[in-house]
């Protein structure tokens, strides 16, 4: 059994079509079988609404009376990017404010907008005969723009790595806060109600997909950037019109240490032209599976902890080494039912038709990662395999004589098994003995959250560690905690500057 694009929009036209969501279809499936469900369903609509860096919107105020040609710009002290043409700008959702910084960026002032309220734009311009004017200050609003077109490089992730911190350390990153010794897991996507995960096989979703974005009716354009369907990540790049959309589904957020991002909410309507559509779409939390990694380790391949399905993310806990382990999204469920309902109800009122795309997505395509040139320093390339270290049995007295021995500022901390348990410097040493406390035993006076750093890390992600940290040395150690060598600040020159010696 098949059905044809234009027998479905006669449905809607008629208004005897079928619309359900996508959470609804399995127990559709289960009842009516995959050909009962093809004769009995039209549409499944799906929703998401999570953080969106990747979105931004082109924007035309039209000519000024006296003609500028704007070179540089900036929407309430946000710089958008003019270098298109004279009266134009992207305005890019992460860019953050030159006055308020992380608080306030580019997703702000596309909220703001469709808010309905005005935004100041000031531009530079070096001033040319056909377009003289040089500087202009302006308040506009969004319905005094010509064109105010969302264009998202990469929305809707197919699938998104679950987040935990293996490190010691309390790391602020795109996916939240999150704490040391996998204390919390974080996740992203919307499950069983994600546009591609109804669609892996990007059957129906390609370019000219009809969609909802942001509350205005809009079209994929294709395949969004760094789209990697053939490894479950695929994206897509999105349209629509700002004009017709509601602050509702678009909201500026900022990520605690980390930056601006926009939420968006995307809803994709999932024509059943056939029983492999059906099949697809009758997909549970249950089968959709997605990694927990370790965004502890600083490097583009972060270790896997584990493996799991969303059913279990959305439980609230999942198991890391025989802990329950507290999960949160990052995105809202809640919303993604509102966008997959709002859909819905604009497909059954007639305001909403289907359309096939008019040209695929490769399904099987995978991201290549950056084709990086030239020489990279390694941590193993610059440390100092010579050092010398203690235990914490010994005395703060014996601990004096090494660090005046080894020249050094840091004195490594090992137990029995030569593993690093903690570090002691001179300063902790000198206050020692100012407390006339010198006899008592390392141990009682070392530092047991040790700084550490892996050898093959690059030379310029230890110098900002050390920066973040205000520290004059790291600890090199391997994955079992044996050390390596020491990475002094001052090994690391004008990549650190001058740093502390603690």
Known sequence: MYKSIDEINERIRDGSVRVVSAEEMPNIVDELGVTGALRDVDVVTTGTFGAMCSSGAFLNF???????????????NVEAYAGIAAVDCFIGATQESTTRHSEYGGAHVIEDLIAG??????????????????????????QELNQAIMLNPRNSYQSYNAATNMSDQAIKTYMGFLLPSHRNITYSGAGCLSP????????????????????????????GTQ???????????????????????????????????????????IPLLNEEIVRHTAVRDEDLKTNIVDYGTPFRDRPVIREVTYAQLKSGSVEIDGEEVRCSPLSSYKKAREVAAELKTRIETGSFTMALATRPIDSHKINKPMAEKGYVCHVNEMMVSTFVTITGEESVKEAAKRLLKGE????PVIDSENRLIGIVTTYDVSK????????????EIMTKNVITIAPDAPVDFAARTLQQHNIGAL??????????????????????????RR
Request: aromatic share 6%.
């Open 117 to 142: 309220k005005s935004v100041e734009l000031h531009a530079r311009a070096k001033g040319t005969d056909c377009y003289p004017r040089t500087s202009i200050t302006n308040e506009f609003t969004l």
């Open 196 to 223: 591609l995960a109804n669609d892996p096989t990007l059957s129906v979703i390609g370019s000219g997909t009809p969609i909802f974005i942001g509350g205005a009716n809009g079209v994929v354009v294709g395949e």
């Open 62 to 76: 039209g000519h000024s009376e006296i003609p500028i040609r704007m070179e540089k710009m900036w929407l309430n």
């Open 475 to 500: 600890v090199v150690i391997d994955s079992s905690r044996h050390i390596l060598g020491m990475l002094n600040s001052y090994d690391l020159g004008d990549l650190v500057g001058g740093r502390g």
């Open 227 to 269: 789209s990697s369907p053939g490894a479950g990540f695929g994206t897509l790049m999105t349209s629509g019109n700002m004009k017709e959309m509601s602050s509702d589904y678009i909201r500026a957020a900022t990520m605690t240490g980390y930056g601006v991002t926009m939420y968006v909410g995307v809803g994709i309507p």
């Open 432 to 443: 020692a003995f100012a407390k006339d406390e010198q006899d008592m035993s390392v141990s």
């Open 408 to 411: 050094t500022n840091h004195l």
